[in-house]
């Protein structure tokens, strides 16, 4: 009697320690699905820059031909905020 009842405490361990490796297994899994799919999100989009850029470049443009000086300093800046912006993405990542 108190063999069987060993087997069957040793079965009921060996199911359990599987049943925890297999849930482990599936926590990494899912945590790394999680954060390839975090990573694919964060992938760098510098078009928007690049598009602000040349807005900046068509207001210096214009400041020049009307000759106001508060377009030259919006034109200004924001070149230069896109400009910083390109640099600091792909160094921050």
């Known amino acids: 009697m ?6 069957k405490v040793k079965e009921t361990e060996d199911k ?15 945590i790394s699905h999680a ?8 992938k ?22 009307t000759a106001t000086q508060w377009l030259l300093w919006i034109g200004a800046a924001s070149i230069l905020s896109n400009a910083c912006l390109l640099i600091i993405k792909p160094v921050k990542n």
Request: glycine residues 4%; charged residues 25%; contains cysteine.
């Open 44 to 65: 760098l989009d510098r078009a928007g820059n690049y598009i602000s850029i040349a807005i900046g470049l068509f207001i210096l443009t214009a400041s020049w031909l």
């Open 35 to 42: 954060k390839y799919k975090i990573h694919c999100k964060h």
């Open 16 to 30: 359990m320690k599987e049943k925890c490796y297999e849930l482990k297994d599936k926590i990494d899994q899912f």
């Open 2 to 7: 108190n063999n069987m009842l060993y087997r």
